[in-house]
């Protein structure tokens, strides 16, 4: 059943179509991994980045004595990201047992 040689020009075993496959597709395997290496480096390099900004900005909040709350409000090199703002005036919920009611603001 397991015959050592070869029918019709096909290996027999894994390690012989592994190599095979690898020979036949060497470009391209060289390729896809130089693209993943890259992605992980800029990854790693924009995790690192983002690290030192964090490490930078809590280590001002604690030399400048303020608190989190504080910090977040002073005026700083950042600007401070906004929250979309949206009008929910008029804004209806409907229960699923068919009532409309107004939806609560917050």
Known sequence: MTDSTPEEGEPTSLTSKAKAFCKEHKGKLIAAGTVVLLAA???????????????????DVEESGETEDTASNSAS??????????????????????????APVS
């Open 41 to 59: 480096a800029v990854v790693i390099k924009q995790t690192v980045e983002q690290n030192v900004i964090d490490t930078q900005s809590t280590d």
């Open 77 to 102: 090199d950042e600007p401070q990201k906004r929250r979309a703002e949206h009008d929910v005036k008029g804004h209806e919920r409907t229960l699923s047992d068919g009532r409309v009611i107004p």
